[in-house]
């Protein structure tokens, strides 16, 4: 069964979007995942099609009603039964790249996009659903949230990439960031390619890769680094 995407969304003409192209898209076309949106707005129910209101308490902006968006995820659930409930906040846990091939592995997400001040906390309760971010900063709307993670996701499922070893070596698969890469010219604007590169020592080369990464995870992501070396050392010695 290939993976499947069930999006909830305000604006359902934004998908495929950028899912389209490249290894997404050729993915799409293949039928390694499938990718439905569906229109919140399509549940409400008076005539003017709302799906928001002002909040209690006061306060700028409207937030969604959760009877229009519990509706909505009901639909979803009918269609995917078996698959995760995700909601986008800024509040959510930190999208990983754990988290990102535990999705990959699974039979798909059931990806809700939020809008305006956010959904009523009551759609969320209800559903327990899992909420995630996609970092520490506020978008306009869920929807590019949605689509970093199935752009995450779909380039892990099998035969989407080229090789299979791009999917170990890269950055956060080992909880390190990626070494630096180089191609032709061997020299360009007065920088050379490291030497050890152009060697042919394939064991000098893996050395040297793990070296860059260490230190560049050191240098640039102090938090990454404390954790790789908590796990490091409380692993299993022979």
Not at 79 to 99: A, E, S
Not at 198 to 220: Q, S, V
């Given at each position: ?136 900063y506020v978008l306009s709307g ?97």
């Amino acid at each position: 069964m290939s993976f499947r995407a069930l999006v909830l969304t305000l604006f359902p003409e934004m998908f495929p979007g950028p899912l389209g192209h490249s290894l997404a898209g050729r993915a799409l076309a293949r039928g390694d995942w499938s990718l439905d949106a569906i229109d919140i707005r399509g549940f409400a129910t008076d005539k003017h099609r709302s799906v928001d209101d002002t909040p209690f308490g006061g306060g700028p902006g409207m937030v969604m009603r959760a009877d229009v968006v519990d509706a909505a995820v009901q639909t979803a659930l009918a269609r995917g039964p078996d698959l995760p409930l995700i909601v986008f906040t800024p509040r959510g846990g930190l999208l990983t790249q754990r988290r990102v091939r535990a999705l990959a592995e699974g039979p798909g997400a059931i990806l809700l996009c939020g809008r305006y001040e956010g959904i009523d906390e009551r759609a969320i309760a209800h559903r327990r659903m899992e909420e995630l971010s996609i970092g520490d900063y506020v978008l306009s709307g869920g929807e590019p949230a949605a689509m970093v993670l199935l752009d995450a996701c779909v380039r892990l499922l099998p035969g989407v990439m080229g090789a299979a070893e791009s999917g170990v070596e890269e950055s956060f698969a080992s909880g390190l960031l990626e070494y630096p890469h180089y191609t032709r010219p061997a020299v360009w604007q007065g920088m050379a390619v490291p030497e050890v590169l152009a060697g042919g020592n394939h064991a000098a080369i893996a050395a040297w890769r793990r070296a860059e990464a260490e230190r560049i995870t050191r240098d640039r992501r102090p938090d990454l680094w404390t954790a790789y070396r908590a796990l490091a050392e409380a692993a299993p010695t022979a």
